[in-house]
């Protein structure tokens, strides 16, 4: 299949199959692009009736195709697609582009032609590109195969590559950065990915070296560890991945259903491993075009402090704004930056950063240049954003000229800013900035987000996914809080009461006062259903409270059998409450959530995921970079909590989970954080009904290989 896929991506001849040689048919568009790229190789056509186009023998069947052929382009309506499938198969064909649409985006019907087409493809060896595609246009090869009419462009030595699922976000990224003057060497639509999936063709495309970076636009990873593989090696050979993936939303989640027929997961525990693995995860199209375009010109560029020009305080106190919400540095200039500052600012500008010039950039354009360069000659300063109010025609462009050496230059993440909007700019300046490469914006704010995407950050690869227990069941509160402390995770002082005598001596033992919670695998909401009852100070109380909880569950939950009733220590009231859960998502792998208890989880409602595999310094980071975390701190006068030993319970839960397969999340909520400990008050474990040593799915890769080979 590699093989196969090699042909796709730059094949030696093609056929196109539902040739039309009428003017804006969708085979006419792909003959066109072939010609006009000058495509070397034999380009055989298929349509019906027979004939010539455009001096081209057109062949009345797929059948009629000689053996061998390296890629067909199939565009025909969806009932005609598998019989021609099915002959090309018989030729030989290698591969094929499937751009028609009609098939698993429709619904069921669709699906069942949809799998009955890779199944055709898998049994004779082809790789398969759609359907519902838009195509690929391989610039590097000249090898254009879209119905989307394309200018020629001379062969891009290197440059981006772009890989979508949608067609038209294909054109969208391709025609911006392209704009942008920023080289595409290859852009692919992927459809509806019946066999070919997105992550093999980055798995493919990263090793080829006239790929400098990888631009993705995805729904829906079929294959998270074929994708977290092909981000690891893009790592490993400096390649950048910046992607954007829709669908944190549920609306937008069904409309990637309709749209690509992909069945978006969850997004969150997406998002987390794909940046722990190093992908740079942007959320919205100008952040996608503008931080591939930084990445074109610097690559491996990383922002740790930015400087700042600008011709106005007004700017430069939005800047500062800006830097605090997106958390970029603006690193004060050195002593040696202060002085060179000095040496031509006017006394009555401060040099700072953000640097304000004042008004004498308009009398004194060279201002502007020797400020930046400045900056940029700052050791604590590794990237510089020029937003100025430009004038009229001939200071816009003195302004310019003044920057051009400078930024022109730099090997360093810039980006020029001239604001006002839409107010038109002089065409030279277009023209001179697209010549010298420099990153053009009319927005303060859109070029502060693409910088900080640049910001540093730690990588690294995830453990590979073992699967998920089939079918979990929840456990009792009891049997959880068993299983932690036998971990050595702690958990109130307490034991399992079976009658009321026997929870006299469980509270006698453990000391006065005491909870009470009744106890079984389905009562998961036990407040809820009357079954808790709290600061119990004698054994009188303790009666009264276990008739309350039994009388409650007759008429909450009538035929509820327990397994007992749990007496637990009362503790003191927490400095803080954390709820954290090691999980195993059945796509990704095992992870672990983490957020802000009580009052904090229902007004903030937030949660960080962690991939498995960190470190106590990386959970540390996640807890700490919750909304409300300086609470953990210390807060009017208390004394600041155990954050270490809360990252230590964590990276346990993580440890427990990988040791015990049959478990799908064990659930602490809450997490009791005291000055000097942390307890787990309440856990929910989920495992699999067949105990420790069965009852698994199969792991995301296991189902990627079933469905490549039609397992």
Not at 11 to 34: F, K, Q, Y
Not at 420 to 429: K, V
């Amino acid at each position: 299949m590699a093989d196969a896929l090699a042909r796709l991506l730059a094949p030696r001849s093609v056929a196109v199959i539902g040739a039309s040689a009428r003017p804006g048919a969708l085979a006419a568009n792909v003959i066109g692009n072939l010609d006009r790229f000058g495509f070397r190789g034999p380009v055989h056509l298929v349509g019906r009736g027979g004939g010539e186009i455009a001096g081209r023998p057109v062949l009345d069947s797929a059948a009629a195709l000689p053996e061998g052929v390296d890629a067909a382009v199939l565009i025909l309506p969806a009932p005609r697609v598998r019989p021609a499938l099915e002959a090309c198969a018989r030729r030989g064909v290698r591969a094929a582009l499937v751009l028609s649409a009609g098939f698993a985006e429709t619904g069921p019907d669709g699906l069942a032609e949809q799998e009955a087409l890779a199944a055709t493809a898998r049994a004779a060896g082809m790789a398969l590109i759609g359907p519902n595609c838009l195509g690929l246009a391989n610039f590097a090869d000249g090898v254009v195969l879209t119905f989307e009419p394309l200018a020629p462009v001379p062969p891009v030595a290197a440059g981006v590559a772009i890989v979508t699922q949608s067609g038209a976000m294909m054109g969208n990224l391709r025609m911006a950065l392209q704009a942008k003057g920023v080289p595409v060497s290859l852009a692919v639509s992927t459809g509806n990915e019946a066999v070919t999936t997105a992550e093999e063709i980055l798995a493919r495309l990263v090793e080829d070296p006239r790929v400098t970076t990888l631009a993705v636009f995805v729904e829906r990873i079929k294959c998270p560890r074929a994708f977290l593989d092909a981000a690891a090696r893009a790592r490993a050979l400096g390649k950048p991945v910046v992607m954007m993936h829709p669908g944190r939303s549920e609306r937008a989640r069904r409309a990637a259903l309709t749209h690509t027929g992909a069945m978006a997961g969850d997004h969150a525990v997406m998002a987390a491993f794909v940046r722990t693995a190093g992908v740079i995860l942007v959320d919205g199209f100008d952040a996608l075009f503008d931080v591939v375009q930084l990445l074109d010109r610097t690559p491996g560029a990383s922002v740790r402090g930015l400087g700042v020009v600008t011709n106005s305080g007004a700017v430069r106190g939005v800047a500062l704004d800006l830097a605090a919400d997106l958390g970029v540095a603006l690193p004060e200039p050195a002593p040696a930056t202060r002085a060179a500052l000095h040496a031509v600012l006017p006394e009555f500008a401060q040099p700072d950063n953000p640097l304000d010039i004042t008004a004498q950039g308009m009398a004194r354009p060279a201002l502007f240049g020797e400020t930046a360069a400045a900056l940029l000659a700052d050791p604590g300063i590794d990237a510089l954003l020029v937003a100025a109010m430009g004038g009229g025609p001939a200071q816009v462009l003195d302004k310019w000229r003044a920057l051009r050496p400078v930024l022109a230059g730099s090997g360093r993440p810039v980006m020029l800013v001239f604001l006002g909007d839409g107010h038109p700019m002089p065409d030279a300046l277009m023209r001179e900035v697209a010549a010298a490469r420099v990153p053009f914006l009319r927005s303060l704010e859109r070029a502060m987000r693409a910088l900080a995407h640049l910001a540093p950050r730690e990588a690294r690869d995830p453990p590979p996914p073992d699967g998920a227990p089939a079918d979990p069941r929840p456990w009792a509160e009891h049997r959880g809080k068993a299983l932690l402390r036998a971990a050595g995770l702690p958990v109130p002082p307490g034991g399992l009461a079976r009658d009321l005598a026997e929870a006299r001596r469980i509270a006698a033992r453990i000391g006065w006062p005491v909870a009470l919670k009744a106890q079984a695998a389905s009562l998961t909401h036990k407040t809820e259903a009357g079954g808790v009852r709290l600061g119990l100070a004698d054994p009188a109380a303790l009666a009264g409270a276990w008739d309350e909880i039994a009388a409650a569950l007759a008429r909450s939950r009538p035929g509820l059998v327990l397994d007992g009733m749990l007496v637990e220590a009362a503790l003191p009231r927490p400095g803080a409450e954390l709820i954290l859960a090691a999980r195993r998502d059945p796509d990704w792998g095992a992870y672990l959530a983490v957020g802000l208890g009580g009052v904090f989880a229902e007004v903030l409602g937030e949660l960080r995921l962690i991939p498995a595999g960190a470190d106590a310094a990386e959970i540390t980071a996640g807890i700490r970079a919750l909304r409300g975390a300086r609470i953990l701190d210390g807060f009017r006068g208390t004394a600041p909590l155990a954050l270490p030993a809360a990252a230590g319970f964590a990276l346990g839960l993580l440890r427990l989970l990988a040791r015990r397969p049959d478990l799908a999340e064990i659930e602490v909520n809450p997490l009791a954080v005291y000055p000097d400990r942390v307890v787990a008050l309440d856990v929910l474990v989920s495992a699999g009904r067949d105990g420790p040593a069965g009852g698994l799915s199969p792991g995301p890769e296991s189902l990627c290989d079933r469905e490549r080979h039609g397992g």
